[in-house]
């Protein structure tokens, strides 16, 4: 099975930078993404990694080691609007094609 | 990105009753639609995974009578909730993957279904 964990909630403060990690175990790795998502609507696309090393965009990087199983999405210069949840999914190959689990997400609120 | 369109956004219906989700692709072709819900705080859920043209694959647990789910084209796939209850309120939304990109896939709007 697959198995994705990440943090519940972290706090920071607007204009620090915030790091939240992901770990997984999953068979078939095909990559892994990161959205945000407010409360309401459905998430948006944030990053993509497949091979290992940082991908930079803005604001926002995300790095992954498939050795260790682990990510983390980087967010700079925090803006309030910046608070939201962010989920850390990993795609995987099963013999029906591709499937993306998603973790429990990590609720952020940015304050003042 | 592409886009997926989503309806209806919300929706409130009488328990017992049949309701109908549309996800359409709009400028790109969706090989795969993905079928998710989402309880609340909770993290999105894979229900199904369709393929265009073949019968759906249910998640564990998931009832695939209950849960219709319809991908007769490359651009519609339908999610259609069976006598529906109280418990099945929830927020579900679609993702839609092109078998050539195969990069991301795109989320739907989401729609918020509440079972009165």
């Known amino acids: 099975g697959q198995n994705i964990d990440q943090p519940t909630e972290m706090t920071a403060t607007e204009g620090a930078i915030v790091q939240i990690n992901c770990t997984y175990q999953?068979?078939?790795?095909?990559?892994l993404f990161w959205y945000q998502q407010h409360a309401g609507e459905a998430p948006t696309f944030l990053s993509y990694?497949?091979?290992?090393g940082l991908e930079e965009k803005g604001r926002f990087s995300s790095f992954l080691s498939r050795s260790k199983g682990y990510s983390y999405l980087l967010l700079k210069e925090l803006q309030m609007k910046d608070s939201a949840s962010y989920l850390c999914?990993?795609?995987?190959?099963?013999?029906?094609?591709?499937?993306?689990?998603f973790g429990t997400g990590t609720q952020l609120k940015v304050e003042l | 990105g592409a886009v997926v369109s989503q309806h209806p956004s919300w929706v409130i219906c009488k328990s017992g009753t049949s309701v109908k989700i549309e996800c359409r692709s709009l400028d790109f072709q969706a090989t795969t639609m993905f079928w998710y819900r989402q309880f609340p705080k909770q993290s999105l859920m894979l229900m199904a995974t369709?393929?265009?043209?073949?019968?759906?694959?249910?998640e564990q647990g998931v009832e695939k009578d209950k849960f219709l789910i319809n991908h007769a084209s490359l651009t519609l796939s339908t999610l259609t909730v069976t006598s529906a209850h109280p418990e099945d309120s929830s927020f579900y939304i679609c993702?839609?993957?092109?078998?050539?990109?195969?990069?991301?896939?795109?989320f739907g709007q989401g729609t918020r279904l509440t079972v009165v």
């Open positions: 999914a990993v795609r995987f190959h099963t013999g029906g094609g591709n499937k993306l689990t």
């Open positions: 990694n497949v091979l290992d």
């Open positions: 999953t068979s078939g790795f095909n990559g």
């Open positions: 993702s839609g993957q092109e078998w050539v990109m195969n990069t991301e896939a795109f």
């Open positions: 369709s393929n265009e043209g073949s019968k759906a694959t249910y």
